[in-house]
């Protein structure tokens, strides 16, 4: 059983920045990778970055490319997402994920195996 904790959130104005952590915990923690997505009021929960446990290899939704950034500290089972120039249309609930072994498409959430409880982000105009 895998568990995963964020933090990090909170509420930062225009221009501002976040970094949001997930903690993991578990002894069968060993992910494929990990994944950050956001829900919006009244939006569906999107895909928003990627990285690989072992390669550390990346992937971004277009919308955050440059202005996000995912990495990891393998030592610690921890994900975090660095969020800079933040705009209004970025207020969501974060959350992390997990996918174990690989069985579909990771902008997909339903082919994630694990999540976080999510953190709320506000960005203040």
């Known amino acids: 059983q895998v568990q995963l904790v964020e933090s990090g959130g909170g509420l930062v104005q225009t221009g501002g920045s976040l970094k949001l952590s997930c903690a993991a915990s578990g002894r069968t923690f060993s992910p494929e990778a990990m994944g950050w997505f956001r829900q919006a009021p009244g939006k569906e929960r999107e895909f928003v970055a990627l990285?690989?446990?072992?390669?550390?290899?990346?992937y971004y939704a277009d919308s955050v490319k440059g202005q996000f950034t995912i990495f990891k500290a393998n030592a610690k089972n921890t994900v975090y997402l660095q969020m800079n120039s933040l705009k209004p249309e970025d207020t969501a609930v974060y959350y992390c994920a997990g996918v174990q072994r690989y069985r579909g498409s990771y902008y997909n959430p339903n082919n994630y195996d694990y999540w976080g409880q999510g953190t709320q982000v506000t960005v203040s105009s």
């Open positions: 990285i690989f446990w072992r390669s550390g290899g990346t």
